[in-house]
C-alpha cells in the first residue's frame, strides 16, 4: 500500500439542518465549511463537545445525509448521489450502540449475510457460509456462535458483530462513531485491539469518533478537532495532545481526566467559564470567542481561516 | 489524628429478583474520614451503587441490607428508624447522581426544588429560604441566580443541573457527600468544571466525598483514596498512590493494564480476558478466578481473606498471601488456617483452571 495516498478528502462541507423553535424556521449549521483529508489505511479522529457535528460530518461523508455544499471524495472519485449505492461497498458505519444497531431477531449468520446478499458477494451458499465464518474469525468471534441470535451476545460480542458485517463488503473506509463508548472498561481494550489489528491486516482507513480522548489519540494518527459545526484544528495526534494551538483544545487537553494521580497533582488545568452556545445562536466571527481567554476584537469580526502553522498542524484562531 | 465519620463493617446487601437473591455486595468494609475524597471504581455491575446507596438506605423495593454494620460518627444506622434515616439524608449525608435530568423535576422551577430542600433539611423560614437558595447557587459557580432561581430544569445544560443538584446535596452542609458517577453524562470541559467545584467545595466546607466511577482518570484526579471493587467485594484500598503504582490484586493490575494511559500511548493494551460476572451464579472462591491470569487452585476454592499490604494498602488476593507465605511475612492478622497449597514447602506454585 502506497503510504500518504488521501483515500478520503472532504472540502467545505456544509450540513444544514431547518429546525423550528415553535415560532420561526431557523437553520442549524451543524457541520459548517469543514476540511479535511483521511490517508489510506489510516485512522483520523475526530473529537468535541457534545452537539458539535461529529456523527453529522461522518454521515454525511456518506451520503446518509445530503451535504448542504461542498464536495468529498473517494479516491480520487466525487461521491454522488448517483454512485453512491456502488461507494457504499467501500464506506462503512459501525455505530455506538451494540445493542440497538442489531435486530436482536436475526442470528448472527443473518446479520453478517445481509451486505453480502445486498451486493451479490459470493457464488453459492459454500461459499457465502465460508465468507461469514472467515469474518467472525477476523473480529474474535467463535464459529459455533453462528446460529446463535444477537440478544444472546454481550457488549464487547455485539460490537464486533457490527464490525463483522461492516467488514463483509471489504471497505477500505470506515466510519466508527463512539465505537466502544457503551462498553465496560475491561472490554474497550479487546474492541480497541482488534480495531488496531484490522487495520495493519487489512488496511482500512478508519474516522474514529469518541469523546475520550486518550481511546482516541491511543488509535489515532491524526486527531481533528471541532467546536459548533467548524473544524478548528487538525495535525498529527501527539502534537495535538502534547502541543495544543487552539485556546478550545488547549483547555480541552488540560481537562482530560488521566489515570495517573502524580501526573494529575502536577498539571494544571484551565478551566473553561460557560457552556457551549447554541448551534441556532451561533455567535459572530470565531465560535469559541465567548469563552476564550485570548479573544480579541478581531475574533468576533471574521471567522479565522484553518491554516498550516508548520509541520501540517493546522488551527483556526487569530491568536494562537 | 483523621477522624472516622463513617464506618462500614462487613456489609451484605442482596435483592429478591425472579431468578433468585442477587448478592449485589458481599461483605465489604472500609471507612471514611472527614474530609477525605474517597473512589469507589470498578466494573459495571460490581456494586459500586448499590454499596453507596445502603449507606444512605435509598435501595430499589426489593433490596436490602443483610448484614452488617454501617456506623456513622459511631452508631449504627442500619438500626435506625425511617424517620432517622431521612434526617441522616440531607444533615448528614448526601447524594447526586449521574442524570441530574432525572432527579430534578420538570414542572417546578430550579428555585422551587431548592428551596424545598432547604425548607425539608433546615429550620429556616419565608426570606431566609430564598436568600440560601441564592447563596447556594452562586456557591456553587451559577452567575445570576436570581433569574436562574425562576427557570425550569430544561432550560439549564447538563452541566448547569449539576451544578444545581449539587446546591440542593449542599443546603444543609452535609458532613458527607455522595457522587455517583457526576460527570459521566458531560463533556471533557464541563466534566473538569464540577470536579473543581466539587474539590473546591470540599475544602471550603471540609466534608468528605464519595465519589462512585468506572473512570480511572477522574478517580486519579480527585481522590485521597481509593476502593476497587469486583464482583460485589473489595479487591484492594488504599491511597491513590498505593493502588495506581503498587496494585496488589490481578483485577487493578489487569485494568490498569487495559486503558489507554500517557505511558502505554505506543503500546498495545492488554485486555482482561473473559466476560464480566454473573452475579446469579456466584463462584465459590475469588470473584475474579475465572478471568485471572495468575489463577491458582486455592482462588477457585475460597474468597481471599483481606490482608494488610502496608500502612497505607489493604488487598484481598490470594497472590499476595502466597507470597507473603513464601517469604515467610505472613501478618498476624491473617487469622484462617492456611490452605494446603499454600502450606511450605510443598504445594507452591500455580495451580491453574485444570
Ligand atoms: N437530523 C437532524 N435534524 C436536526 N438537527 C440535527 C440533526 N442531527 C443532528 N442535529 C443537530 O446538529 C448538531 C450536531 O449534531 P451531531 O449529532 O453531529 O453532534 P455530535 O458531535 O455527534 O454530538 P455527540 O457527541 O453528542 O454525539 C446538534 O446541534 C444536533 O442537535
Ligand atoms: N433493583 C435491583 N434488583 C436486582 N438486582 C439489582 C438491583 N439493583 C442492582 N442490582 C444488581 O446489583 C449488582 C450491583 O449493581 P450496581 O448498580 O451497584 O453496579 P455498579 O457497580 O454501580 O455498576 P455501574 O457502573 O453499571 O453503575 C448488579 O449485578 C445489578 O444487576
Ligand atoms: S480566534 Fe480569537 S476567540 Fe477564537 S480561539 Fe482564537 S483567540 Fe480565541
Ligand atoms: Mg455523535
Ligand atoms: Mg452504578
Given at each position: 500500500?502506497?503510504?500518504?495516498?488521501?483515500?478520503?478528502?472532504?472540502?467545505?462541507?456544509?450540513?444544514?439542518?431547518?429546525?423550528?423553535?415553535?415560532?420561526?424556521?431557523?437553520?442549524?449549521?451543524?457541520?459548517?465549511?469543514?476540511?479535511?483529508?483521511?490517508?489510506?489505511?489510516?485512522?483520523?479522529g475526530?473529537?468535541?463537545?457534545?452537539?458539535?457535528?461529529?456523527?453529522?460530518?461522518?454521515?454525511t461523508?456518506?451520503?446518509?445525509?445530503?451535504?448542504?455544499?461542498?464536495?468529498?471524495?473517494?479516491?480520487?472519485?466525487?461521491?454522488?448521489?448517483?454512485?453512491?449505492?456502488?461507494?457504499?461497498?467501500?464506506?462503512?458505519?459501525?455505530?455506538?450502540?451494540?445493542?440497538?444497531?442489531?435486530?436482536?431477531?436475526?442470528?448472527?449468520?443473518?446479520?453478517?449475510?445481509?451486505?453480502?446478499?445486498?451486493?451479490?458477494?459470493?457464488?453459492?451458499?459454500?461459499?457465502?457460509?465460508?465468507?461469514?465464518?472467515?469474518?467472525?474469525?477476523?473480529?474474535?468471534?467463535?464459529?459455533?456462535?453462528?446460529?446463535?441470535?444477537?440478544?444472546?451476545?454481550?457488549?464487547?460480542q455485539?460490537?464486533?458483530?457490527?464490525?463483522?458485517?461492516?467488514?463483509?463488503?471489504?471497505?477500505?473506509?470506515?466510519?466508527?462513531?463512539?465505537?466502544?463508548?457503551?462498553?465496560?472498561?475491561?472490554?474497550?481494550?479487546?474492541?480497541?485491539?482488534?480495531?488496531?489489528?484490522?487495520?495493519?491486516?487489512?488496511?482500512?482507513?478508519?474516522?474514529?469518533?469518541?469523546?475520550?480522548?486518550?481511546?482516541?489519540?491511543?488509535?489515532?494518527?491524526?486527531?481533528?478537532?471541532?467546536?459548533?459545526?467548524?473544524?478548528?484544528?487538525?495535525?498529527?495526534?501527539d502534537?495535538?495532545?502534547?502541543?495544543?494551538?487552539?485556546?478550545?483544545?488547549?483547555?480541552?487537553?488540560?481537562?482530560?481526566?488521566?489515570?495517573?494521580?502524580?501526573?494529575?497533582?502536577?498539571?494544571?488545568?484551565?478551566?473553561?467559564?460557560?457552556?457551549?452556545?447554541?448551534?441556532?445562536?451561533?455567535?459572530?466571527?470565531?465560535?469559541?470567542?465567548?469563552?476564550?481567554?485570548?479573544?480579541?476584537?478581531?475574533?468576533?469580526?471574521?471567522?479565522?481561516?484553518?491554516?498550516?502553522?508548520?509541520?501540517?498542524?493546522?488551527?483556526?484562531?487569530?491568536?494562537? | 489524628?483523621?477522624?472516622?465519620?463513617?464506618?462500614?463493617?462487613?456489609?451484605?446487601?442482596?435483592?429478591?429478583?425472579?431468578?433468585?437473591?442477587?448478592?449485589?455486595?458481599?461483605?465489604?468494609?472500609?471507612?471514611?474520614?472527614?474530609?477525605?475524597?474517597?473512589?469507589?471504581?470498578?466494573?459495571?455491575?460490581?456494586?459500586?451503587?448499590?454499596?453507596?446507596?445502603s449507606?444512605?438506605q435509598?435501595?430499589?423495593?426489593?433490596?436490602?441490607?443483610?448484614?452488617?454494620?454501617?456506623?456513622?460518627?459511631?452508631?449504627?444506622?442500619?438500626?435506625?428508624?425511617?424517620?432517622?434515616?431521612?434526617?441522616?439524608r440531607?444533615?448528614?449525608?448526601?447524594?447526586?447522581?449521574?442524570?441530574?435530568?432525572?432527579?430534578?423535576?420538570?414542572?417546578?422551577?430550579?428555585?422551587?426544588?431548592?428551596?424545598?430542600?432547604?425548607?425539608?433539611?433546615?429550620?429556616?423560614?419565608?426570606?431566609?429560604?430564598?436568600?440560601?437558595?441564592?447563596?447556594?447557587?452562586?456557591?456553587?459557580?451559577?452567575n445570576?441566580?436570581s433569574?436562574?432561581?425562576?427557570?425550569?430544569?430544561?432550560?439549564?445544560?447538563?452541566?448547569?443541573?449539576?451544578?444545581?443538584?449539587?446546591?440542593m446535596?449542599?443546603?444543609?452542609?452535609?458532613?458527607?457527600?455522595?457522587?455517583?458517577?457526576?460527570?459521566?453524562a458531560?463533556?471533557?470541559?464541563?466534566?473538569?468544571?464540577?470536579?473543581?467545584?466539587?474539590?473546591?467545595?470540599?475544602?471550603?466546607?471540609?466534608?468528605?466525598?464519595?465519589?462512585?466511577?468506572?473512570?480511572?482518570?477522574?478517580?486519579?484526579?480527585?481522590?485521597?483514596t481509593?476502593?476497587?471493587?469486583?464482583?460485589?467485594?473489595?479487591?484492594?484500598?488504599?491511597?491513590?498512590?498505593?493502588?495506581?503504582?503498587?496494585?496488589?490484586?490481578?483485577?487493578?493490575?489487569?485494568?490498569?493494564?487495559?486503558?489507554?494511559?500517557?505511558?502505554?500511548?505506543?503500546?498495545?493494551?492488554?485486555?482482561?480476558?473473559?466476560?464480566?460476572?454473573?452475579?446469579?451464579?456466584?463462584?465459590?472462591?475469588?470473584?475474579?478466578?475465572?478471568?485471572?491470569?495468575?489463577?491458582?487452585?486455592?482462588c477457585?476454592?475460597?474468597?481471599?481473606?483481606?490482608?494488610?499490604?502496608?500502612?497505607?494498602?489493604?488487598?484481598?488476593?490470594w497472590?499476595?498471601?502466597?507470597?507473603?507465605?513464601?517469604?515467610?511475612?505472613?501478618?498476624?492478622?491473617?487469622?484462617?488456617?492456611?490452605?494446603?497449597?499454600?502450606?511450605?514447602?510443598?504445594?507452591?506454585?500455580?495451580?491453574?483452571?485444570?
Open positions: 500500500m502506497e503510504k500518504n495516498r488521501p483515500l478520503v478528502e472532504v472540502e467545505h462541507l456544509k450540513e444544514y439542518f431547518k429546525v423550528t423553535d415553535g415560532f420561526h424556521k431557523l437553520t442549524l449549521k451543524a457541520v459548517d465549511d469543514v476540511s479535511f483529508s483521511i490517508n489510506a489505511g489510516e485512522t483520523l475526530l473529537v468535541g463537545e457534545s452537539g458539535c457535528g461529529k456523527t453529522t460530518v461522518g454521515r461523508i456518506l451520503r446518509l445525509y445530503t451535504p448542504t455544499a461542498g464536495t468529498v471524495r473517494f479516491d480520487g472519485e466525487e461521491v454522488t448521489a448517483k454512485n453512491i449505492g456502488h461507494m457504499r461497498k467501500k464506506m462503512q458505519m459501525v455505530f455506538q450502540d451494540p445493542y440497538s444497531s442489531l435486530d436482536p431477531r436475526m442470528t448472527v449468520e443473518d446479520i453478517i449475510g445481509e451486505p453480502l446478499d445486498v451486493h451479490k458477494l459470493y457464488d453459492n451458499r459454500k461459499d457465502r457460509r465460508e465468507r461469514i465464518l472467515h469474518l467472525m474469525e477476523l473480529v474474535g468471534l467463535n464459529a459455533e456462535h453462528a446460529r446463535r441470535y444477537a440478544h444472546e451476545f454481550s457488549g464487547g455485539r460490537q464486533r458483530i457490527g464490525i463483522a458485517r461492516a467488514l463483509a463488503v471489504n471497505p477500505e473506509f470506515i466510519v466508527c462513531d463512539e465505537p466502544v463508548s457503551a462498553l465496560d472498561v475491561s472490554i474497550q481494550a479487546q474492541v480497541i485491539n482488534m480495531f488496531e489489528e484490522l487495520q495493519d491486516k487489512l488496511g482500512v482507513a478508519y474516522l474514529f469518533i469518541a469523546h475520550d480522548l486518550l481511546v482516541v489519540r491511543h488509535i489515532s494518527k491524526k486527531i481533528a478537532v471541532m467546536y459548533l459545526g467548524k473544524m478548528v484544528e487538525v495535525a498529527d495526534a502534537e495535538v495532545s502534547d502541543h495544543p494551538l487552539h485556546p478550545y483544545t488547549e483547555s480541552l487537553m488540560s481537562a482530560v481526566p488521566i489515570p495517573d494521580p502524580k501526573i494529575a497533582r502536577e498539571r494544571h488545568r484551565i478551566i473553561l467559564e460557560g457552556d457551549v452556545p447554541s448551534p441556532l445562536h451561533m455567535p459572530s466571527g470565531c465560535p469559541f470567542r465567548t469563552r476564550c481567554r485570548y479573544a480579541t476584537e478581531k475574533c468576533a469580526q471574521e471567522m479565522p481561516p484553518l491554516t498550516d502553522r508548520g509541520g501540517e498542524h493546522f488551527s483556526a484562531c487569530w491568536n494562537k | 489524628m483523621s477522624e472516622v465519620l463513617l464506618s462500614v463493617k462487613d456489609l451484605h446487601t442482596s435483592f429478591h429478583t425472579d431468578s433468585g437473591e442477587v448478592q449485589a455486595v458481599n461483605g465489604i468494609s472500609f471507612n471514611v474520614d472527614r474530609g477525605e475524597v474517597l473512589g469507589i471504581v470498578g466494573e459495571s455491575g460490581s456494586g459500586k451503587s448499590v454499596s453507596a446507596y449507606i444512605m435509598i435501595l430499589a423495593n426489593n433490596g436490602y441490607i443483610k448484614s452488617g454494620e454501617i456506623l456513622f460518627k459511631g452508631e449504627d444506622i442500619t438500626k435506625w428508624s425511617e424517620k432517622q434515616m431521612s434526617e441522616f440531607g444533615k448528614c449525608c448526601s447524594i447526586i447522581f449521574q442524570d441530574p435530568m432525572t432527579s430534578l423535576n420538570p414542572v417546578f422551577t430550579i428555585g422551587n426544588q431548592i428551596e424545598e430542600a432547604i425548607r425539608l433539611h433546615t429550620d429556616k423560614k419565608g426570606d431566609e429560604v430564598k436568600a440560601r437558595a441564592k447563596e447556594l447557587l452562586e456557591l456553587v459557580g451559577i445570576d441566580p433569574k436562574r432561581l425562576k427557570q425550569y430544569p430544561f432550560e439549564h445544560s447538563g452541566g448547569m443541573r449539576q451544578r444545581v443538584m449539587i446546591a446535596a449542599l443546603a444543609c452542609e452535609p458532613d458527607i457527600l455522595i457522587a455517583d458517577e457526576p460527570t459521566t458531560l463533556d471533557v470541559t464541563i466534566q473538569a468544571q464540577i470536579l473543581e467545584l466539587m474539590l473546591d467545595l470540599q475544602k471550603k466546607l471540609g466534608m468528605a466525598i464519595i465519589i462512585v466511577t468506572h473512570d480511572l482518570g477522574v478517580i486519579a484526579d480527585m481522590c485521597d481509593i476502593i476497587v471493587m469486583y464482583g460485589g467485594r473489595i479487591c484492594e484500598r488504599g491511597t491513590a498512590d498505593e493502588i495506581f503504582y503498587n496494585p496488589k490484586h490481578e483485577y487493578t493490575k489487569g485494568l490498569l493494564r487495559s486503558i489507554p494511559s500517557i505511558n502505554n500511548m505506543k503500546k498495545k493494551l492488554i485486555p482482561i480476558a473473559g466476560s464480566p460476572i454473573n452475579m446469579l451464579n456466584m463462584p465459590n472462591g475469588c470473584a475474579f478466578s475465572a478471568r485471572c491470569d495468575e489463577c491458582m487452585k486455592i477457585l476454592e475460597e474468597i481471599p481473606q483481606e490482608i494488610r499490604i502496608n500502612q497505607d494498602h489493604l488487598a484481598a488476593c497472590m499476595n498471601i502466597k507470597e507473603m507465605t513464601e517469604a515467610g511475612k505472613l501478618p498476624e492478622e491473617f487469622k484462617g488456617e492456611l490452605p494446603q497449597c499454600l502450606r511450605l514447602p510443598e504445594g507452591m506454585g500455580k495451580g491453574g483452571n485444570d
